[in-house]
């Protein structure tokens, strides 16, 4: 008996060391590069984890709106 005890033991401890890595590996790689970009003010895209930055219409078609906010792209 003391043999499945302790079997179980340490399934349930790898279990949750598996579990307690698996939260911070997606917190690294999902959570905290979405709060960066959203932080920054830019827009970000779950499906290709990229980080956009919002540009006017007038930065595209070169015409001056002198009510358009200037907006600069920044390296995140």
Not at 62 to 73: I, L, Q, T
Request: proline share 7%.
């Amino acid at each position: 008996m003391n043999k499945t005890i302790r079997r179980l033991t340490w399934m349930f401890i790898s279990a949750f060391a598996f579990s307690c890595v698996a939260v911070v590996l997606y917190q690294v790689y999902y959570i905290i590069p979405r709060d960066r970009c959203e932080a920054a003010g830019h827009w970000w895209d779950p499906q290709t984890r990229i980080c956009g930055v919002p540009i006017t219409l007038s930065t595209l078609t070169g015409r001056k709106d002198k009510n358009a906010p200037k907006v600069e792209a920044k390296k995140p």
